[in-house]
Nanobody, 126 residues
Framework: QVQVVESGGGLVQAGGSLRLSCTAS????????MGWFRQAPGKEREGVSC????????YYADSVKGRFTISRDNAKNTVYLQMNSLNPEDTAMYYC???????????????????WGQGTQVTVSS
């Protein structure tokens, strides 16, 4: 049984930082690209960042480039999203997802991801 569990969300002031973590179990982690998505109330879900199985390829939405950094530790089955210079527009539920793409060293936020976590709330106050 595959499980994807996010953690690290919370309330932070504008300009602050948070680090999200996502741990996946029940799968061969390095067969999967990993993605972070977010959805704010009344808005569509958007792809924030993704990372290939090796970490050698990443993607960032324009809205987070230069502020967010994605990384992964395959030994720990964990992917991270370091979020700096947060602003109120970053407030959303953040979801982690896994996409099965063995030996494919790329990722795309537009893919249909196979497994999703329950989300972790990030709230940025002004």
């Amino acid at each position: 049984q595959v499980q994807v569990v996010e953690s690290g969300g919370g309330l932070v002031q504008a300009g602050g930082s948070l680090r999200l973590s996502c741990t996946a179990s029940g799968l061969t982690f390095d067969d999967y690209a990993m993605g972070w998505f977010r959805q704010a109330p009344g808005k569509e879900r958007e792809g924030v960042s993704c990372i290939s199985w090796s970490g050698g390829s990443t993607y960032y939405a324009d809205s987070v480039k230069g502020r967010f950094t994605i990384s992964r530790d395959n030994a720990k089955n964990t992917v991270y999203l370091q979020m700096n210079s947060l602003n109120p527009e970053d407030t959303a539920m953040y979801y982690c997802a896994a996409k099965y793409v063995p030996q494919v060293n790329s990722c795309s936020a537009s893919w249909s991801y196979n497994y999703w976590g329950q989300g972790t709330q990030v709230t940025v106050s002004s």
